[in-house]
């Protein structure tokens, strides 16, 4: 173990500097630091010694890309700007970037594919962003796949289609792994072969004390246990990630709609989706759209099965309404996934979930279409979903991982968005809207939330987001980041 010296402020600024990562300094700035380097003011920490130790650019805000990647995926929350963003090329990046913010005081954060819905990938401090080591590598005789801290689900799409294999993944594309699979991760897959996070045999993290811990069932198992639902943020920072991948072959993919008799609809679908095999993948929306009268049930997901097979699940759902709108095609895996996924642009929007442990009754069903008919209105939408859970999720117990949510039905949410034409008083009205509606939900679905969808609104946020295993999450926060140097709005304490 690597020796670090402390002082009662975190690691010393001569630590850092004996390590020989600001050594490089006197041996002048890289070329592109010129005219990077800004305000050396007083109190302003010596930037210079931070870029000199990276093999990665540091950005600073006159650098002229320094915007584009400070930006969030969530739009309301860009103007809060780090000071400055390490580009992480290595796990030795990120270590001499987490040594130096603390050396110096300066507050840190991780960002990988900056697609968090609170916006909690940005700090006034150092944003340390690992979205360049982006690699996916697959073993072909063991299919084992192998990525590093920053790949998006773009790069899986990449890397796994020549090989026919896939683990459970996002339909957007930008959404980088690390959060989605340190919060669980859903998606069509994981009715088959588990939650992204069932996925992941071992994992590469970066502690505060500059200490790259691998963790798996044998070795640091309390950090892989709780890097499976709970790692975004909390407990360091995340350098690479190994996945089991399993074989894919030929899926049936459905985008189904229907604007009448939507009560009988959503309740034809919802006994099909919960009574339907693993194999089947689905997602059910109800949507108001701004200047389009009424509301809109559509259906989107695959079948890991023929259309033939498709068709006899949906058999009885047509017997009570045929769509008005319907594309089911069968194809390759990796053609399927392209016509699931979306690009997943920076959007203004803020979505609020619930779990929900069974069934929808009739009044639960009633209230959702009641309360979007009721939609104040912005200039885009707001969407009523679920995500049909359950199948091999269901395998592991709630607290074999730090996923608390297992054995649900689905997970639901209300998606509010609006743009920046919106005058405030009406995105005002909207969420109050959006926080009456998620509260009225709450005696028809379950008080958990997920973390994944991380919203700043959740009242009683740490027993929404982990449940029972809160405890025992406390413990390994304690353990291993005493300081509380990993942390946001919403992070576990110590
Ligand atoms: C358009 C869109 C589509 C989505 N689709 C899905 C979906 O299909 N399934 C699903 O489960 N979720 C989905 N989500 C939610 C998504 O899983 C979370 O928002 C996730 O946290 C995003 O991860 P990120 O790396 O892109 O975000 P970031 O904003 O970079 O990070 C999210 C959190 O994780 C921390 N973090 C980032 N990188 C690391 C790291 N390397 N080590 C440790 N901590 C780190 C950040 O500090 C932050 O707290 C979607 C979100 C959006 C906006």
């Known amino acids: 173990m690597d020796k670090i010296e402390r002082h009662d ?5 001569r630590a850092f500097l004996r390590r020989g990562a600001g050594l490089a300094l006197v041996a002048g700035l890289p070329g592109w630091l010129s005219g990077c380097v800004t305000r050396p003011g007083s109190g ?6 931070l870029a000199a130790s990276l093999q990665g650019n540091l ?6 890309d320094f915007r584009q990647v400070a930006a969030p995926w969530a739009l309301q929350y860009a103007s809060r700007l780090p000071q400055a963003i390490a580009m992480c090329a ?9 040594l130096w913010a603390q050396a110096y005081d300066v507050p840190l954060v991780a960002r990988s594919g900056g697609h968090s819905y609170a916006g909690y990938s940005t700090t006034p401090g150092l944003m340390i962003n690992v979205s360049q080591m982006h690699s996916v590598d697959i073993d072909p005789a063991t299919g084992v796949a192998r990525l590093g801290g920053g790949a998006r ?3 899986v799409y990449a890397a796994c289609r020549p090989f026919g294999r896939a683990v459970t993944h996002g339909r957007c ?5 690390a959060g989605l699979v340190l919060g669980g991760g859903i998606g ?4 088959a072969h588990g939650l992204t996070c069932d996925g992941l045999k071992e994992t590469r993290i970066v502690l505060a004390d500059g200490r790259a811990l691998t963790c798996n069932a044998r070795e640091n198992s309390d950090l892989f246990w709780a890097c499976r639902g709970a790692g975004g943020g909390n407990f360091g920072i995340n350098t690479g990630f190994t996945f089991e991948t399993f074989e894919v072959g030929d899926y049936t993919v459905f985008d189904l709609a229907w604007s009448d008799r939507l009560p009988e609809v959503f309740d034809a679908l919802q006994a099909m989706a919960l009574s339907a095999p693993d194999a089947l993948g689905m997602k059910l929306s109800v949507v108001a759209r701004a200047g389009t009268p009424g509301l809109t049930l559509s259906i989107l997901g695959q079948l890991a099965g023929t259309r033939d097979q498709l068709d006899a699940l949906l058999a009885p759902v047509f017997a009570v309404q045929r769509p008005s709108k319907q594309t089911i095609e069968s194809m390759a895996y990796w053609d399927a996934q392209e016509f699931l996924s979306e690009e997943g642009y920076p959007e203004y929007s803020h979505e609020r979930s619930r779990f929900v442990p069974r069934s929808l009754s009739p009044a639960a069903i009633a209230t959702i279409l009641d309360e979007l008919r009721a939609w104040p209105g912005t200039s885009v939408a707001a969407t009523w979903k679920f995500f049909l859970m359950g199948g091999a999720i ?16 689905m997970i639901s949410s209300i998606e509010l968005e609006w743009t920046a034409q919106d005058p405030r008083e009406r995105v005002e009205r909207n969420q109050l809207w959006l926080s009456r509606f998620h509260d009225r939900m709450e005696r028809y679905t379950s008080s958990y939330c997920y973390q994944n969808f991380i919203d700043p609104a959740q009242q009683d946020y740490l027993h929404a987001y982990y449940g029972e295993n809160l405890a025992k999450l406390r413990e390994v926060k304690r353990r291993h980041d005493p300081k509380n140097v990993f942390r946001y709005p919403q992070s576990i304490p110590v």
């Open 90 to 98: 290595s796990e030795a990046d990120v270590r001499n970037s987490v």
């Open 153 to 155: 689900n773009r790069n």
């Open 44 to 49: 302003s920490p010596p930037w210079a010694e």
């Open 59 to 64: 950005l600073l805000p006159d650098a002229p």
């Open 394 to 409: 269901d395998r592991l117990a709630p607290a074999q991982t730090a996923f608390v949510h297992r054995g649900n039905a």
């Open 173 to 177: 594309k930008e959404v980088g792994v």
């Open 188 to 191: 069509f897959n994981m009715r």
């Open 9 to 13: 402020a975190g690691i010393s600024r």
